[in-house]
T-cell receptor
């Protein structure tokens, strides 16, 4: 059973702090990794993709990938109350037919 | 807007009704997906269509029947549903690659249909 694990949270951080969200996956063959943000009652929105080991930065977001340790993380700098949402980690199944396996998501709460 | 639209946005139906959910993508993608999201549960993949052929059916009950007439449109036909089928139904699309591996298989979601079965 190929799995994607995330802490469910809630992760509570003060406004302006760095929020760190973590995800581990079981399929060593996975080549690409995605972070989605989902506001309550809305659909998931793709915010970051990462394909190589190391860091990838996009604005206030940084994705970090370590394939040897099978984890991917998302850092949100200068957290804002508008970042309060559930963050979903998604990993394709290697050899599968374009299928993504989603983690259960981490709920982030940024308080003023 | 992600380029994926879904209608209706909200649907209330009785257990004996028949209804259909519609999804349309304007991204030129060749793969489309149906997901179910229930409260406090992870996204569950229901069906995958690639190049209009169903390539995945994750043990979904037969009261859910998908249809993909072309690469831009996807339907989910519903009949004799149960109250536990109440959930957010999400459609997504991507540019699929022949042997998965998932390289750059970015999926984009529509806004979803909130379904309530009475």
């Amino acid at each position: 059973q190929k799995e994607v694990e995330q802490n469910s949270g809630p992760l509570s951080v003060p406004e302006g702090a760095i929020a760190s969200l973590n995800c581990t996956y079981s399929d060593r063959g996975s080549q690409s990794f995605f972070w989605y943000r989902q506001y309550s009652g809305k659909s998931p929105e793709l915010i970051m993709s990462i394909y190589s080991n190391g860091d990838k930065e996009d604005g206030r977001f940084t994705a970090q990938l370590n394939k040897a340790s099978q984890y991917v993380s998302l850092l949100i700098r200068d957290s804002q109350p508008s970042d309060s949402a559930t963050y979903l980690c998604a990993v394709p199944i290697s050899g599968g037919y374009n299928k993504l396996i989603f983690g259960a998501g981490t709920r982030l709460a940024v308080h003023p | 807007e992600t380029g994926v639209t879904q209608t209706p946005r909200h649907l209330v139906m009785g257990m004996t009704n028949k209804k259909s959910l519609k999804c349309e993508q304007h991204l030129g993608h060749n793969a489309m997906y149906w997901y179910k999201q229930s409260a406090k549960k992870p996204l569950e993949l229901m069906f995958v269509y690639s190049l209009e052929e169903r390539v995945e059916n994750n043990s979904v009950p037969s009261r859910f029947s998908p249809e993909c007439p072309n690469s831009s449109h996807l339907f989910l036909h519903l009949h004799t549903l149960q109250p536990e089928d109440s959930a957010l139904y999400l459609c997504a699309s991507s540019q699929a690659r022949a042997y998965g591996g998932g390289a750059r298989n970015e999926q984009f979601f529509g806004p979803g249909t909130r379904l309530t079965v009475l």
